[in-house]
């Protein structure tokens, strides 16, 4: 089941892809306003209709993303700035949905292992797999280093973790909070350290040139 989904999902993945980008380009709306109707309902559709024939809806939305990403299509500049504002949005409201799950006394009994698994994945798991994969790239060590430092985790292990506890499973409960305060140490540690780690290995510049603002259709 797990290599049809992934199977299925990314073949609707990279059709639906380009087709968004063909159907943008030849479609012609009277109000530009249209447009991100139009992507979202697409989005839909490719998520509906992957699902509809047993495939992984959130890959194939993805690789139609990434794809369609890759692409020039009109109005491109105004969609990026409309979706990357919908991005925002969803991830407060993940985030603030997900704290409601979160007691705090129930975290305390498992801030020891928390903090052990946190610093393991910080300085040894990431490190690590990140030395391996930028072996063969021409990277320097202070790349390599930065990358493994930025590795923040987010709402998708929270969300990830909500699975156990939607199917019952025993002990899901202690599961949930070591990976929410996992989720929490590594944005706390690591999301207000990168700037200070840039600027340790020198590789942080400061853009002094005057932005543009560009009010014209895209």
Do not use: C
């Amino acid at each position: 089941m797990f290599f049809l989904q992934m199977s299925i999902g990314a073949v609707m993945g990279v059709i639906m892809g380009y087709v968004m980008a063909w159907t943008i380009n030849k479609i012609k709306l009277e109000q530009e306003g249209l447009y991100p109707a139009l992507t979202l309902a697409m989005v839909l559709f490719t998520f509906a209709f992957t699902n509809l024939i047993s495939g992984n809806g959130f890959l194939a939305v993805y690789t139609a993303a990434v794809i369609l990403g890759n692409k020039n299509f009109i109005h491109k500049r105004s969609l990026t700035r409309f979706y990357d504002g919908i991005a925002w949005l969803m991830q407060i409201l993940m985030f603030l949905t997900l704290g409601l799950l979160v007691f705090p006394s129930q975290i305390l009994p498992v801030l020891g292992v928390g903090l052990m698994i946190s610093l393991f994945l910080i300085f040894v798991a990431r490190p690590v797999s990140v030395f391996i994969s930028m072996f063969f790239f021409k990277s320097t060590l202070q790349d390599k280093v930065y990358v493994s430092w930025v590795g923040l985790r987010g709402a998708v292990p929270i969300v990830f973790a909500t699975y156990p506890m939607l199917a019952g499973v025993e002990r899901s409960g202690m599961m949930f909070n070591i990976v929410f305060f996992i989720v929490l140490t590594s944005v706390m540690l690591q999301g207000t350290t990168l700037k200070v780690v840039a600027d340790w290995l020198g590789l942080s510049e400061v853009d002094d040139s005057p932005r543009r603002l560009q009010l014209g259709r895209s």
